[in-house]
């Protein structure tokens, strides 16, 4: 036991500093986003999210230890026991979870609540880097990659039943890790273009679309399909596809998704579409993130964050307190610290002595990745609002505690690299 709790000169401190300091750095904005100057508040006031946030930060540091005291062979051991259990889970919270925010994906513990998709995230991630760790293991088996697509589309279905798309679409970003261990890029390259494809339907009416697929389709045959049958079925086949996946996302959008999302969607095309409702909440952040200008208006004189014109301000929309109050400057010093960290975890990952390892560190950079670039994009408008936090620095326990088991199990597993065997 005391090789594995004296692993302290073998931790990637490096990683350990940027958490802390993202955490702390964090939590003072959490307090800026709540604080009223005429009630004399403090940050440690437990009524206020920021001496609830300081709670869970303490909880996080007891997590890390227990993290660091376990034996590193236990995550992957039990990482299908631990995907089955988060599963059932998962399965139980439309009939015993407490809706928050139009989200049924919550389970209420006293005053307090815990949201199992977030755990969902690195326990699926443990299940995924098991499955490729796994001896004799092949990307290029249909099987295996049949296997994986199951254990990342498993609990994004459960999670859509709970109205929580946000955090359901999190787990595509997997597909990075499937690349990264051999899948081909065709499929990443497909379901990029299916989104960017999503995306534009919004934008041109389908029968703009309908008419330049046939135009086209046309001009490629008179050119290439002359006494070529081959030529003729692959570009007919090709053009009725997409024509069939157009009108597929079109009524998914209008017949499938709630009014709720499909507004969001709408509103990410067109700015000004409906400015006192569903985009009342970006319109607002930008407002704030405007405002603050090169340098900020300063720590706790916010005025948008004073008078709470935007909703969630110390939740999904935390970065609207950093970009008012410390301004280009202050929001450039948060992406850096993202983009160093980020460029850190995939540093570790690639040191990685074995599949496991390393597969279960591209899951964390991913995961990472996805929630940084989505949670500042959709607070400036190049995303939908979709409810998903900033690592770190969005209030809330349940995915503080998340994210740090997220990272700190990759750093157990990273202190321990020289005693693995070799599986690459």
């Not at 990745?369 to 959709?378: E, Q, R, Y």
């Not at 408008?381 to 740090?404: D, E, H, M, N, R």
Request: glycine fraction near 8%; include cysteine.
């Amino acid at each position: 036991m005391s090789r594995e709790v004296d692993i302290s000169g073998k931790l990637d401190w490096v990683s350990v500093l940027l958490y802390a300091l993202m955490v702390g750095l964090g939590w003072l904005n959490i307090f800026a986003a709540v604080y009223d100057e005429t009630a004399n508040q403090s940050i440690f006031d437990m009524s206020l999210n920021s001496g609830r946030q300081l709670m869970f930060i303490a909880a996080a540091v007891l997590i890390i230890f227990a993290i660091i005291i376990v034996d590193m062979r236990f995550y992957e051991t039990f990482a299908y026991i631990f995907y089955a259990i988060i599963l059932v889970a998962l399965l139980l919270i439309p009939f015993i979870g407490k809706e928050v925010g139009g989200n049924k994906s919550w389970i209420g513990v006293g005053s307090f609540g815990v949201q199992p998709s977030e755990f969902a995230k690195f326990i699926t991630a443990l299940a995924v880097a098991r499955t490729i760790g796994s001896v004799g293991f092949r990307m290029d088996s249909v099987r295996n990659q049949g296997i994986l697509f199951v254990l990342i589309l498993a609990p994004l279905a459960l999670i859509i039943l709970q109205k929580d798309f946000g955090t359901a679409i999190v787990f595509l970003s997997f597909l990075v890790v499937f690349y990264r261990e051999g899948m081909s890029p065709f499929i990443l390259i497909v379901g990029i273009s299916m989104a960017a494809l999503a995306i534009l339907t919004l934008i041109v009416k389908n029968q703009w679309y309908l008419h330049g697929i046939i135009g086209v389709a046309l001009v490629l045959l008179i050119i290439f399909g002359k006494r070529n049958f081959k030529r003729i079925a692959s570009l007919t086949f090709g053009a009725l596809l997409l024509i069939l996946t157009i009108e597929s996302f079109d009524y998914v959008i209008n017949n499938v998704l709630p009014e709720r999302h499909k507004k969001r969607l709408e509103a990410l095309v067109n700015p000004n579409f409906d400015p006192m409702g569903i985009n009342w909440n970006v319109t607002q952040s930008k407002i704030a993130i405007g405002s603050g200008g090169f340098a900020g208006k300063g720590f706790l004189k916010g005025t948008q964050t004073k008078f709470d014109f935007v909703p969630e301000q110390s939740t999904d929309f935390i970065f609207c307190t950093i970009g008012e109050e410390h301004g280009w400057m202050g929001s450039l010093v948060v992406v850096a610290l993202f983009i160093v960290f980020l460029q850190r975890i995939v540093f570790i990952a690639e040191r990685q002595k074995n599949r496991f390892a390393r597969a279960y560190g591209y899951s964390v950079a991913s995961i990472f990745f996805f929630h940084f670039a989505v949670n500042i994009g959709m607070t400036i408008g190049l995303f939908p609002v979709i409810g998903i936090p900033l690592p770190f620095f969005s209030y809330g326990g349940s995915a503080l505690w998340s994210f740090t088991v997220l990272l700190f199990i990759l750093l157990k597993l990273d202190a321990h690299r020289s005693q693995v065997l070799q599986r690459i």
